[in-house]
């Protein structure tokens, strides 16, 4: 907004733009943070974090990468559901790093596009390990001032090690 001579408030079309980008800049960064929350959450098994990226009745499919290694998991529905991902990966060091985000927002929705790189590692047994690339397609909505994840889809686009560390005897 400026002020004129008269001192009447007028608003500047090109304050609104860059009002707009801001917002803009924000919404993207704030939808990242879902999948940051999502992955840090499992690499520091830390339940609250984890399960906040997720709206209650959010769904998750994880049924690509499983079949690719002979494995069986259903699609999760519900963070009640999903949050058994942490008590499963229980005998793992994970890490997960997420790269090339592409964010699309249109006003309560948004999509969300990345790469994720996971790395799971037995405790017992640190030499074997299993390296996923997952291409990770996600749709979020804003919820309680943060967006959360109300569908995520994963999929791997390749692998290396050795699939019984994630899928036990199934691989």
């Keep these: 907004m400026t002020i004129d001579l008269q001192g009447t408030a007028r608003s500047d079309p090109g304050l609104r733009d860059v009002a707009r980008r801001v917002q803009h800049l ?27 990226a997720f709206s209650p009745d959010a769904v998750l499919d ?10 069986t998991v259903p699609v999760m529905h519900g963070r009640e559901m999903i949050a058994r991902i942490l008590t499963a990966l229980e005998p793992l060091a994970t890490t997960h ?27 017992a047994q640190p030499h074997r390990h299993l390296l996923l690339k997952n291409t990770y397609d996600v749709d979020l909505v804003p919820q309680a001032e943060q967006w959360v994840i ?18 036990g005897e199934q691989a």
């Excluded at 993207?28 to 879902?34: K, M, P, S």
């Excluded at 964010?103 to 999509?111: I, L």
């Design 62 to 71: 994880f049924t690509q990468p499983a079949s690719r290694f002979g494995a």
């Design 97 to 123: 790093t997420v790269t090339n985000p592409r964010v699309v927002v249109e006003g309560d929705h948004a999509h969300l596009w990345a790469l994720v790189e996971a790395q799971h590692v037995l405790h």
């Design 26 to 52: 924000r919404d993207t960064q704030e939808v990242v943070d879902a999948l940051y929350r999502f992955g840090a959450g499992q690499d520091l098994r830390d339940t609250d974090l984890f399960l906040s």
């Design 150 to 167: 109300t569908a995520m889809t994963i999929r791997t686009v390749w692998s290396d090690g050795d699939a019984s560390v994630l899928f």
